[in-house]
């Protein structure tokens, strides 16, 4: 897959937690636990929908977390349409919502 994110979140030989860092979607600082995806870390920081239908402006977010339904897009460092669900959150990545 083009642009492939790899996880580590764990980091030296004794298997402790990389710490945490944050992201930014709509330019709000949302704090990530190292591996979670985008949208598990939107949802813990209670942001539950980040885009709305387009024929009844009815909200969506996280649905089938598993990459199937597209209710979780967003656009993530200036590439549309990716599902939340399946990318790993890297420090530095900033997230539009729609």
Partial sequence: MAGERSGGGISGE??????????????????????????????????????????????????????VCFDCLITLNGVPSLRACVIEARPGDEVTTT
């Fill in 14 to 67: 004794d298997a402790r937690p990389a710490p945490g860092f944050d992201i930014a979607v709509d330019g709000r600082p949302v704090p990530v636990v190292p591996g979670q995806s985008i949208a598990a870390a939107m949802h813990a920081a209670g942001i539950r929908a980040w885009r709305v239908t387009r024929f009844d402006g009815r909200p969506r977010g996280l649905f089938c977390g598993i990459g």
